[in-house]
């Protein structure tokens, strides 16, 4: 049961939520496969940095794995990848704009935050404690919320200057520093010539 009173038919689709608690080392073992839908409404701290939680639902994949490599022993891993189409406010005009996250990371997972190796200190994937199971919505809300764009901005914005008259004219500072009143000053004290 969900408390929203209206649901598009799209969105009954979206909310197959995540597995609440996933026990990720077995996961890896048995090189799990999960993957689904959820929507934008579920995810309540990503929704409060978005210009509205109206785009399609988020899609995921999440894949366990073992790492081998020479010389170390089998790393129990989590891949997940997000998909999303998220409503931001462009920086630039200040309209909403529509921003593609899509993102794939790789978790190495731990037992308690252990000493770590060189080899792991160098590592470029993150350390996930996953001793206890995983919120696995949790992790895709911020996986989301760590790829969004630091300044959004349209790659073109919308031409919005015939429709919306309201930025001051292109000459406006030019008036403004005449109206400086050291540039009066100037013209008095220097510049006897000038009538
Ligand atoms: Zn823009």
Known sequence: MTAAPSKSAS????????????????????????????????LSRLR?????????????????????????????MVALRVHAELGLICQRCLQEMTQEIDDAAEFRLVIDEPPLTLEELEAEDEALPAENPIDV???????????????PMHAACPDRQTAEPSSPPADAGEREERQHPFANLRELMGNPKKR
Do not use: K, N, Y
């Open 137 to 151: 919505l949790e992790l895709i809300e911020d996986q989301l919320i760590l790829a969004l764009p630091l300044v």
């Open 48 to 76: 409060d940095l978005l210009a509205s939680d109206a785009g399609a639902p988020v899609q995921w994949t999440l894949r366990g794995f073992q790492r081998q490599r020479a010389g170390m022993r089998p790393q129990a």
């Open 11 to 42: 969105d009954r689709l979206a909310t197959s939520r995540p597995p609440h608690a996933l026990a990720l080392f077995d996961f890896a073992r048995t090189d799990g496969e999960l993957h689904g839908t959820v929507a934008l409404s579920a």
